[in-house]
């Protein structure tokens, strides 16, 4: 059973910074990708940044680029999201997501979500 445990959120003002980490205890899962969205108040969850686990590519939603930055620990099987010049439009929970090395690389393991708060 794969789990992704995710912390690191909290309330912020304005051009702070956050970093959110997940943790996965995957066992025998092969990891494809890990990746973070979010979900806003009455929004659609929406890909915020991924990484590949083989060769590290990053992608990020052209909303963050320039301003969140992801990494991992493929030793530790954690990833985190660094995001500064945070936005109240930020605000949302963010979900870390894991993509299996398998046929589908879909993302089909999601932690709790964790509350990012950005005030203005």
């Known amino acids: 059973q794969v789990q992704l445990v995710e912390s690191g959120g909290g309330s912020v003002q304005a051009g702070d910074s956050l970093r959110l980490s997940c943790a996965a205890s995957?066992?025998?899962?092969?990891?494809?990708?890990m990746a973070w969205f979010r979900q806003a108040p009455g929004k659609e969850r929406e890909f915020v940044a991924s990484?590949?686990?083989?060769?590290?590519?990053?992608y990020y939603a052209a909303s963050v680029k320039g301003r969140f930055t992801i990494s991992s620990d493929n030793a530790k099987n954690t990833v985190s999201l660094q995001m500064n010049s945070l936005k109240p439009e930020d605000t949302a929970i963010y979900f870390c997501?894991?993509?299996?090395?398998?046929?589908?690389?879909?993302?089909?393991?999601w932690g709790q979500g964790t509350q990012v708060t950005v005030s203005s």
């Open positions: 997501a894991a993509a299996p090395n398998d046929a589908s690389r879909a993302y089909g393991y």
């Open positions: 995957k066992g025998t899962f092969s990891i494809y990708a």
């Open positions: 990484i590949t686990w083989s060769g590290g590519s990053r």
